[in-house]
């Protein structure tokens, strides 16, 4: 049974910092992409961010430099570092595993989901 676990949200102040992690098992992860997206009240999932098998990475546009994903293939957790933070990255974060392209953060790419995790940024 394929199980993808987020922790790490939180509620934090603008300039703040946040570490996500995504547990995986069920499935042979080292050979996914892993991605983390987002869903704010009233608006479309969208892609964050998404790494590769060989660890080759892609970032939204809002996030590019402020983000960083990363993976720890040995222990099936993948994580997301955000620093900088701002109230528009306010909404649940869900990280999920697809076998298709990795480049384009397109939902549908993506296979198995996870429950999210709220992160909550105040100004």
């Known amino acids: 049974q394929v199980q993808l676990v987020e922790s790490g949200g939180g509620s934090v102040q603008s300039g703040g910092s946040l570490r996500l992690s995504c547990a995986a098992s069920?499935?042979?992860?080292?050979?996914?992409?892993m991605g983390w997206f987002r869903q704010a009240p009233g608006k479309e999932r969208e892609g964050v961010a998404a790494?590769?098998?060989?660890?080759?990475?892609s970032y939204a546009d809002s996030v590019k430099d402020r983000f960083t994903i990363s993976q720890d293939s040995a222990k099936n957790t993948l994580y997301l570092q955000m620093n900088s933070l701002k109230s528009e990255d306010t909404a649940m974060y869900y990280c999920?595993?697809?076998?298709?392209?990795?480049?384009?953060?397109?939902?549908?790419?993506?296979?198995?989901w996870g429950q999210g995790t709220q992160v909550t940024v105040s100004s």
């Open positions: 999920a595993a697809g076998r298709r392209y990795c480049d384009y953060l397109w939902a549908g790419d993506f296979d198995y």
């Open positions: 069920g499935y042979a992860y080292s050979r996914y992409c």
């Open positions: 790494i590769d098998s060989d660890d080759t990475t």
